[in-house]
């Protein structure tokens, strides 16, 4: 018989053309899920890491496959099963996400063995709320391995390398595939591992990209409630998708709140119609900084067919950037990111093009409009124009009217062409004239800043030397206030409605101002109590190097008796031993530089997250490790592993440990032991450090948390002198968020303890 044969190594070649890489093949399994009506999918890697042992488990409760649909669907590469009938899924109706089906070689990509346990649910009428139970269950078992071992795939039967079984199952069960895939193709590294979880968080769009906006969050109305995100019929009960395992999220607090923005615009085009709209905002935050802010509206006709349908959200921040989980626009297709539009080093719209070619220019995107229907610009407004940092947002597209959008083969983004073109040019019209209309607002404040200066310089000269010139500008203007307030009671109390209308808009700019300073100064004084945390760290490092510098002199001296040894033997003994020295002081400086390193980082202080308490604490601990073994302290950390604190900096609790494990450390006897413990007691966050030694006397206790303080005359040769201000920094921290920090009664055989606690909420 003459046909075809076809070599094993397809897999391979499709799998490497198809799937580029094991985000894109996780990506598509998960679409698989979307497309069987499930639920909710969940994801778990274990031990991925280890290739051998490794392995990938993706479950999902949708309808499920029997034996058949098994095989026309999985087993037929490159099958037609989702290009039939009216591409939708049988039950709650949703467009399907894949067309190639190709999206089973994911499992290829990913392992050497794939197995399925699939249950399929019984019929259920297109429209129906929930998945009825399953009827059916099939096992399968593909062997990519021994696939690869055969010449051609007409040699798989009978080897064993696919098997498929089904049987008929009580009605008890529900219905779902859980596909178990192991060992792995290949071990997981720290980078693949990172740039999934980066990619998985924005798996599906940010909330503020597509909800509804908190009332108040805008100053004008926007084109949407909440955007459609997906072609799906009404009764849908939604979509979950949970990673677990080594692939967990964990605590990722994705920064997408609404309120962050300076503006904010929403646009559409409905390729039936030819309509094109656009809509832009300011924020409320933004018009209380720019009181003379305005929105923009547009509507024009481009005519039918001019592009595909898409609608979209931008969140723009001026002169502040987003954090690096969320920067960049977002493209989406029926719910799903498209990569690689929106990464960090992706540019699909040209801002950062424009911004490191920045000339003084008007933009020329908005050169397309007319310009009697748009607002005036600068001569110089290219000037003020930000890169990718500066907006969040999602472009929302549909496979039924996304006609010219073609996925490239390796599922990395849209074929070159009109359609995604005419999307990039109206989605950088918008943020243009996001930058236009800021630019211009911005110009009109600039004499009003400039007064501001002025204000400042004058209340220098007129400052003494006990007060600073802004703490005698927001007293006097607090006088003020004070003044028109009793102005305003008594006209009102006399009747007098016009003079206290006239007193209360005479007082607006006052109160303006004493806003703008409270502002200024709540968001800075975070920082100042980290650095001043810092400070006292760094002045130990600076002893810790010192101590280490006359370690290593000795440790050259001995290097140099070595060479006068005559025995050999002798003289390598000598000199193994100084090169251990060696490798532990230079542990020693790694260690502390890394604490450091993690202490002053940008991201220690840019964004609260729910952090673990233990992992903190013992980032610290590294940082006295020395001292502690000096000294032979017995250092017991029994924290909880799963204990989280309510959202802080980073380096806020690394500056509350730090502060408090170095009191316990300088003042603990030498044998001794400190006992760090955590617990969650009555809606708080308890953590208490005892330590043998000196003990404090409680009724004197809270002085010690006033500045200067010292208690210490003597410098430590680790940990330095006492600068009087640890506990006044860390009472700072933990006041900030409402908690309470006392010295306490010790437990038995210790001599000093003291506790803080955090409300959890």
């Given amino acids: 018989m003459t046909g075809f044969s076809v070599d094993t190594k397809l897999f391979q070649e499709l799998g490497e053309l198809l799937v580029a890489k094991e985000s894109t093949a996780l990506v598509e399994l998960i679409k698989n899920a979307y497309d069987a009506d499930a639920t909710l999918v969940t994801v778990t890697g274990v031990n991925l890491g280890n290739a051998s042992s490794g392995s990938i488990v993706v479950s999902d409760d949708g309808v499920g496959m029997d034996s058949g649909e098994f095989r026309r669907g999985f087993l037929t590469i490159a099958g037609r099963t989702k290009n039939s009938g009216d591409r939708r899924s049988p039950v709650f109706g949703r467009r399907y996400t894949g067309e190639k089906g190709v999206g089973r070689l994911a499992s290829h990509k990913l392992g050497m063995v794939v197995e399925v346990e699939s249950r399929k649910a019984g019929p259920a009428p297109r429209g129906a709320v929930a998945l009825p139970p399953a009827i059916s269950e099939v096992i399968a078992r593909i062997d990519w391995g021994a696939i690869e071992a055969l010449e051609t795939l007409d040699q798989i039967d009978g080897t064993g390398a696919v098997r498929v079984d089904e049987r008929a199952i009580p009605s008890k069960f529900s219905s779902g595939t859980t596909l178990t895939i192991a060992p792995l193709r290949t071990a997981w590294s720290d980078r693949i591992r990172s740039s999934f979880l980066r990619e998985a968080a924005t798996l599906a769009p940010l909330a503020a990209t597509w909800k509804k906006l908190p009332v108040g969050t805008v100053a004008e109305e926007l084109l949407f409630d909440a955007l459609p995100i997906r072609d799906q019929q009404t009764g849908d009960p939604g979509f979950e998708v949970v990673f677990g395992g080594d692939l967990s999220l964990g605590d990722r607090l994705l920064p997408d709140v ?39 509206r547009l509507e024009t006709n481009l005519g039918p067919d001019a592009g595909p349908s898409f609608t979209g959200r931008i969140l723009q921040r001026s002169g502040k950037v987003w954090d690096p989980e969320v920067q960049g626009i977002r493209v989406f297709m029926e719910g799903f990111r498209v990569s690689p539009y929106g990464d960090l080093r992706d540019d699909w719209l040209g801002l950062e093009r424009t911004y490191l070619s920045r000339q003084k220019r008007q933009l020329t995107s908005l050169e397309a409009l007319d310009p009697d229907r748009i607002p005036a610009g600068l001569k110089d407004e290219e000037l003020v124009t930000q890169g990718n940092q500066a907006y969040m947002g999602g472009i929302f597209l549909h496979r039924s009217s996304s006609p010219g959008l073609e996925m490239v083969v390796s599922r990395e983004g849209f074929l070159p062409s009109a359609a995604f073109d005419f999307i990039t040019q109206w989605t950088r019209v918008t943020t243009d004239l996001i930058v236009r209309l800021g630019s211009v607002v911005r110009k009109e404040i600039k004499e009003i800043k400039h007064q501001q200066r002025l204000a400042q310089r004058d209340a220098g000269i007129r400052s003494d030397v006990n007060e600073t010139p802004t703490a005698l500008r927001v007293r006097e203007q607090a006088l003020h206030v004070e003044r028109s307030f009793a102005n305003i009671q008594e006209a009102v109390e006399r ?143 029994n924290i909880p592993t799963d204990m989280r604190t309510p959202p802080m900096f980073p380096s806020e609790l690394s500056g509350i440990f730090t502060n408090l494990l170095s009191n316990a450390v300088k003042f603990s006897d030498v044998g001794g032991r400190i006992e760090v413990v955590a617990r969650e007691h009555g809606g708080f966050c308890e953590v208490q450090i005892s330590n043998t030694g000196v003990a404090v006397e409680l009724s004197r206790a809270r002085r010690l948390f006033d500045a200067f303080q010292s208690t210490t005359e003597r410098p430590d040769a680790i940990l330095g002198q006492g600068m009087g201000m640890g506990l006044t920094i860390t009472r700072a921290f933990v006041q900030e968020y409402g908690g309470e920090i006392e010295f306490v009664v010790p437990p038995d055989g210790f001599s000093t303890a003291i506790r803080f606690r955090i409300p959890t909420r």
């Fill in 495 to 637: 009747n007098d409605f016009l003079t206290a209308a006239r007193e209360a808009k005479e007082l607006q700019p006052n109160l303006s101002e004493i806003r703008e300073m409270a502002d200024q100064f709540g968001s800075e004084a975070v920082q100042w109590r980290v650095l001043a945390s810092l400070g006292a760290e760094l002045a130990a490092f600076v002893h810790e190097i010192n101590a280490v510098g006359l370690q290593i002199s000795a440790l050259a001296q001995e290097l140099e008796d070595a060479l006068t040894i005559d025995d050999l033997r002798r003289t390598r003994t000598a000199i193994r031993k100084a090169r251990q020295k060696a490798l532990d002081l230079a542990d020693r400086i790694r260690r502390n530089a890394t604490y450091l390193v993690d202490a002053t980082s940008f991201e220690g202080r840019r964004r609260r997250a729910r952090l673990s308490l233990r992992d903190r604490f013992e980032t610290v601990r590294t940082f006295f490790e020395s001292r502690i073994a000096q000294r032979k302290i017995t250092l017991v950390d």
């Fill in 258 to 296: 609404a309120e962050g923005a300076s503006w904010i615009a929403e646009l559409s085009f409905d390729r039936d119609t030819g309509i094109l709209r656009i809509a832009l905002s300011p924020t409320k935050a933004e018009l209380r900084k720019y009181p003379s802010a305005e929105g923009f």
